[in-house]
Antibody, heavy 117, light 110 residues
Framework: QVQLVQSGPEVKMPGASVKVSCKASGYTFSNFAIHWVRQAPGQGLEWMGW????????KFSQKFQGRVTITKDTSASIAYMEVGSLRSEDTAVYYC??????????WGQGTLVTVSS | QSALTQPASVSGSPGQSITISCTGTSSDVGAYNYVSWFQQRPDTVPKLMIY???NRPSGVPDRFSGSKSANTASLTISGLQAEDEADYYC??????????FGTGTKVTVL
């Protein structure tokens, strides 16, 4: 069965970086894109960016362009999302999700990132 | 890149029908049939309810249906049940190869 398992919660200082992983299983990793979505406490869903797991191309929301990096390790079926220059407003649950023909059909369990001094 | 516009809240009594709108532009909702709807209960992962405007994943009750007209997509819940109380989000593919979510709608069952 398809599963996306994310890394555990993180607590970071302002200005630091955080890297969240998303391990896929139950399907061929390189056949489906991985998207990243975040949700701040009490707020809505916010789309961040995605990676083509075949050729590694990425695309980001303008809001995150230059501050977010998405990479992959195809041999391990893992996608990574790194946010730099963290600020308190980046405190959120970060989700990865598999994309198939316009649909985010399977989601990871979410990773809480807390930015606090 | 603005979020798609949804009403902040919609309510209805058990058994009634409600409709949630999702308004975008000719660059997203109006341009593609890649509109999805997600249900999210407190502290849970979003659950896919409708994809590609009108399609229901396996296991989603047929009380949930989707449609689209021009730049506005809609989710209708017929025969509202207490378990339908949750937040609902629409999403759409955009012509710049990105995605966008709606602002979210809180559904209350009276």
């Amino acid at each position: 069965q398809v599963q996306l398992v994310q890394s555990g919660p993180e607590v970071k200082m302002p200005g630091a970086s955080v890297k969240v992983s998303c391990k896929a299983s139950g399907y061929t990793f390189s056949n489906f894109a991985i998207h990243w979505v975040r949700q701040a406490p009490g707020q809505g869903l916010e789309w961040m960016g995605w990676i083509n797991t075949g050729d590694g191309r990425t695309k980001f929301s303008q809001k995150f362009q230059g501050r977010v990096t998405i990479t992959k390790d195809t041999s391990a079926s893992i996608a990574y999302m790194e946010v730099g220059s963290l600020r308190s407003e980046d405190t959120a649950v970060y989700y990865c999700a598999r994309r198939i023909v316009g649909v985010l059909d399977y989601w990871g369990q979410g990773t809480l990132v807390t930015v606090s001094s | 890149q603005s979020a798609l516009t949804q009403p902040a809240s919609v309510s209805g009594s058990p058994g009634q029908s409600i409709t949630i709108s999702c308004t975008g532009t000719s660059s997203d909702v109006g341009a593609y049939n890649y509109v999805s709807w997600f249900q999210q209960r407190p502290d849970t992962v979003p659950k896919l309810m409708i994809y590609n405007v009108t399609n229901r994943p396996s296991g989603v009750p047929d009380r949930f249906s989707g449609s689209k007209s021009a730049n506005t997509a809609s989710l209708t819940i017929s025969g509202l049940q207490a378990e339908d109380e949750a937040d609902y989000y629409c999403s759409s593919y955009r012509n710049d190869v990105t995605d966008v979510f709606g602002t979210g709608t809180k559904v209350t069952v009276l």
